[in-house]
């Protein structure tokens, strides 16, 4: 076992938190904006992204915090393209939870083989992004 690069992980753990926080925003206000014939569940499906968002945020904070940190008060960066069709925001979401799956993998190569709780946490945190991206991926299909 090497030793955990504590500052760095720390770092890690603050940017994937702030990104949560961004999706909790991001996919709330996509709940707000679709509109058309299949607005309610799509409507639902965006409230249980919030909501995992919100999730992800609080358990990556009690592990930062476990590991002394200081949870950020910020949250990412996040676009507003106006652009509110089905499509754009389910696109949007994609690039969303890309970016998060890359957050997750960075968290995972800095963890390997110093912590095995924090290990096992990323896998399974890249399985559930995973998931994420191949679920929009079929949502998307019939917008070819």
């Known amino acids: 076992m090497q030793e955990l690069d504590q500052k760095k992980t720390i770092d890690l753990l603050n940017a994937i938190m ?29 409230k249980a992204q919030a909501n995992e968002s919100l999730l992800h945020a ?5 592990i930062l915090t476990g590991l002394d940190g200081h949870p950020s008060l910020k949250i990412a960066p996040i676009e ?4 509110h069709s089905v ?12 970016k998060a799956l890359d ?3 960075k968290l995972l190569d800095t963890v390997t083989d110093a912590s095995i709780y924090l290990e096992e946490f990323a896998r399974t945190m890249i399985g ?4 994420h991206n191949l679920e929009l991926k079929k949502m998307l299909r019939d917008f070819s």
């Not at 499509?87 to 890309?98: D, V």
């Not at 559930?128 to 998931?131: F, V």
Request: aromatic share 12%.
């Open 18 to 46: 702030e990104f949560e926080l961004a999706g909790v925003v991001r996919y709330t206000h996509y709940s707000l904006m679709v509109t058309g014939p299949n607005r309610i569940p799509i409507v639902t499906f965006f």
């Open 80 to 83: 507003e393209s106006y652009k």
């Open 103 to 105: 957050l997750y993998k």
């Open 58 to 62: 609080q358990q990556v904070g009690e």
């Open 87 to 98: 499509k754009h925001i389910l696109e949007e979401s994609l690039a969303h939870e890309k």
């Open 128 to 131: 559930q992004e995973e998931m």
